[in-house]
């Protein structure tokens, strides 16, 4: 399996070429962001979009690529970096076991299922539809382009095989330089994550803690009144004056 770990602390300045983050929900839908210069999109899916720096990006087109009765594309915007377009597309998929259907994750198989008291999701990612055969195969990589393949988790993780550490928000990265993907070196991603959601528990502790203060806020008001009428019985509370006239 040729990949490197996000994690890695040798490399400071990443040139991420095409990037995939795939924001699961515990009944199978998803939120997927693309982020991809357009020669890498060429170079590795056999797509044409017009790759020179100076172009204007066709963002219906990119838009019509990316659409299908298993995805919605909710926005598509376009940026520059090292004198070549990018773009950026938000993507709802229903169920992500059938987000491979769509031309551009046809490289990857999908499961996601139950086991016990346990969630699993793997991503088998094969070689690219593209072969560097498109129109960013003319490109100018210097060799330091990477791939990376995001994974957020909505419960926490029990396991995974990426190799690194869980990133903040429950964030696990698959990393493969453009070379190695071009090649098609494959990648293969699973993680473990318990049955329950981070956001489920947030709010059930959040209300435990909110009914526990009040409790707490209740039971003074109760002592405070109840304590009152003793001391004056007691005559610990200074009576009022009474001034002779």
């Known amino acids: 399996m040729a990949f490197d770990t996000a994690c890695s602390p040798t490399r400071l300045f990443r040139q991420y070429e095409y990037e995939e983050d795939v924001y699961l929900s515990l009944d199978g839908t998803a939120t997927v962001y693309v982020n991809a210069s357009l020669p890498a999109l060429n170079a590795l899916h056999g797509t044409s979009f017009d790759a020179r720096p100076t172009a204007r990006v066709d963002r219906d087109a990119v838009r019509a690529y990316y659409s299908s009765p298993a995805t919605r594309v909710a926005w598509v915007r376009s940026s520059r970096r090292n004198n070549r377009r990018f773009v950026h597309v938000r993507l709802d998929v229903d169920d992500i076991r059938r987000l491979n259907a769509v031309a551009p994750f046809s490289w990857s198989a999908y499961q996601f299922y139950q086991d016990g008291d346990r969630y699993v999701f793997k991503q088998a990612i094969g070689a690219p539809p593209g072969r560097d055969g498109g129109p960013g195969a003319g490109a100018s990589w210097s060799g330091r ?61 959040f209300a435990a803690t909110f009914v526990a203060v009040a409790i707490a806020f209740l039971f003074v008001i109760w002592w405070i009144l109840k304590r009152a ?9 200074p009576r009022e004056r009474t001034h002779a006239s």
Not at 229 to 237: D, K, L, M, Y
Request: aromatic content about 6%; proline content about 4%.
């Open 145 to 205: 382009e990477l791939v990376a393949f995001r994974l957020h988790l909505p419960s926490k993780i029990v396991g995974n095989n990426s190799g690194g550490d869980v990133r903040r928000g429950n964030i696990l990265v698959w990393e493969q330089t453009l070379a190695d993907r071009l090649r098609g070196a494959p990648v293969d991603i699973e993680a473990r994550m318990q049955t329950q959601s981070i956001l489920y528990r947030t709010l059930w502790l």
């Open 229 to 237: 009428p003793a001391r004056v019985e007691s005559g610990t509370v």
